[in-house]
């Protein structure tokens, strides 16, 4: 099975603008999961996706924003960028959601440059 | 305080050597991960536990409900264990139920 892909793989944009990144989950997989990486605070959950239903979310600005859609391919939408929003953006895709244990795989991630 | 603790933070190591780096959190949880990233950012699931022990390979990960410990033992260590591992806990409380917890990381260094 093809692994998950995240499109683009880099980006740079311009404070104040606003950017979509693409996560395509494995495929049978009907979860998926954003997470923000930065040197400072390190790994961090932005929300997870179920079945098109946003499942849980991490504490972030409303800025940070995504959706499901039906063939579980996701988005991720960040307006009004900061610098601060510079980052290594991961999805992780896995067949169940929920509180009950469960396996994720990673995606490469889109490093976005914010300047 | 962080709700995962990971230590060391850093590790340098002569090729060889037997290697543990651990993990403690301070919520409840349903399970926990040991993840390995490489230089360019992927990310690798090693484990997922919820009680006792695994073993991977050269990896083995042992986890303590009660102490709420976790550590990753690299037995004959190489370097292309070289990468950051990051323990991360599910968590099974309130608001955050569900959601991955990281710790910071341990940057694994081992040299030929």
């Known amino acids: 099975k093809a692994g998950v892909t995240q499109t683009p793989r880099y980006l740079i944009k311009t404070r104040g603008q606003q950017v979509t990144l693409s996560c395509s989950p494995i495929?049978?997989?009907?979860?998926v999961s954003w997470y923000q990486q930065t040197p400072g605070q390190g790994l961090q959950f932005l929300f997870e996706?179920?079945?098109?239903?946003?499942?849980n979310k991490g504490n972030f600005p409303g800025r940070f924003s995504g959706r499901q859609f039906s063939n579980s391919r996701s988005e991720m939408n960040v307006s009004t960028l900061e610098l601060g929003d510079s980052a290594l953006y991961l999805c992780?895709?896995?067949?169940?959601?929920?509180?009950?244990?469960?396996?994720?795989?990673f995606g490469p991630g889109t490093r976005l440059t914010v300047t | 305080k962080n709700e995962v603790e990971q230590s060391p933070q850093n590790l340098t190591a002569q090729e060889g050597e037997f290697i543990t780096i651990n993990c403690s959190y301070s919520?409840?949880?349903?399970?926990l991960h040991w993840l390995q990233q490489h230089p360019g950012g992927g990310i690798v699931s090693l484990f997922m536990?919820?009680?006792g022990k695994k073993k991977h390979g050269r990896l083995i990960a042992t986890i303590n409900i009660q102490e709420k410990h976790s550590s990753l033992h690299i037995t004959a260590s190489h370097p292309r264990d070289s990468a950051v591992y990051i323990c991360?806990?599910?968590?099974?409380?309130?608001?955050?139920?569900?959601?991955?917890?990281f710790g910071k990381g341990t940057k694994l260094s081992v040299k030929p």
């Open positions: 991360a806990v599910r968590s099974n409380y309130g608001g955050s139920q569900g959601n991955l917890i």
């Open positions: 919520v409840g949880i349903s399970a």
């Open positions: 536990l919820s009680s």
């Open positions: 495929s049978g997989h009907r979860s």
């Open positions: 992780a895709s896995s067949p169940l959601a929920g509180g009950a244990p469960y396996e994720q795989y």
């Open positions: 996706y179920f079945s098109e239903t946003q499942r």
